[in-house]
């Protein structure tokens, strides 16, 4: 009883902030002016303000109490939000929903990969991180030489690093409780599995989505 507790807070919260994202994202679009006004300022900050969250809820969840974790993670979802109107700009609505729906069967068959598996996926995580930090160096590397085939192994690799990644965080939940509670651990896990799925559609969405010309 208490697992199936701890797994139905995290999903909880990781629905609750994939829906303040989109929400976010979507009422932005529905107003250029406003959306024009924040994105002024740059898209570095944006990027900076997630990356910051991302490391204090990495390196300082053990020292933050519950609420703050809540808070960190509602702040993260709705700067999400500030990127992501761009998606419902750029392409058509009926693909943009298409390609959720591929996304949440593709992550819940890993998510429920992770639950099942008595295999400790724990050893992974180097694996894992040494191919995400590697299509991120070599993303950074494409900036500059611009291959559209370069860019779609990048897209394919995202892919199968985030499945990877998905079945791991899920994997791993129960020793996140052990060391930092359960009330944090359920926030932190769906940050977790939150990162995974929104890295996860943004990929599928560059291969397969239909641009809103």
Do not use: H
């Amino acid at each position: 009883m208490e697992e199936n507790r701890i797994y139905s807070k995290m999903f909880t919260w990781m629905f609750a902030g994939l829906m303040i994202t989109f929400l976010a994202g979507y009422c932005l679009s529905l107003n250029p002016i406003l959306l024009y006004n924040i994105l002024s300022i740059g898209i570095i900050p944006i990027i900076l303000i997630e990356l910051a969250i991302a490391f204090i809820m990495g390196f300082g969840i053990k020292k933050m109490n519950p609420l703050a974790t809540k808070i960190c993670y509602i702040i993260y979802c709705v700067v999400t939000g500030v990127t992501f109107s761009t998606i419902f700009l750029a392409y058509e609505m009926g693909s943009i929903m298409l390609v959720f729906l591929v996304t949440s069967v593709m992550f819940g068959i890993m998510a429920l990969i992770g639950y099942k598996t008595k295999t400790d996926l724990t050893k992974f995580s180097t694996l894992l991180f040494v191919a995400l930090l590697s299509i991120i160096i070599v993303t950074i590397i494409n900036v500059f030489i611009g291959s559209s085939s370069l860019e779609m192994i990048l897209c394919i690799a995202g892919i199968v690093v985030f499945l990877g990644y998905t079945a791991y965080d899920m994997n791993t939940v129960k020793q996140l409780v052990m060391t930092i509670g359960e009330d944090k651990a359920a926030v932190y896990g769906a940050f977790q599995l939150y990162l995974d799925f929104i890295n996860l559609f943004i990929r599928l969405l560059e291969l397969f989505g239909k641009s809103d010309d």
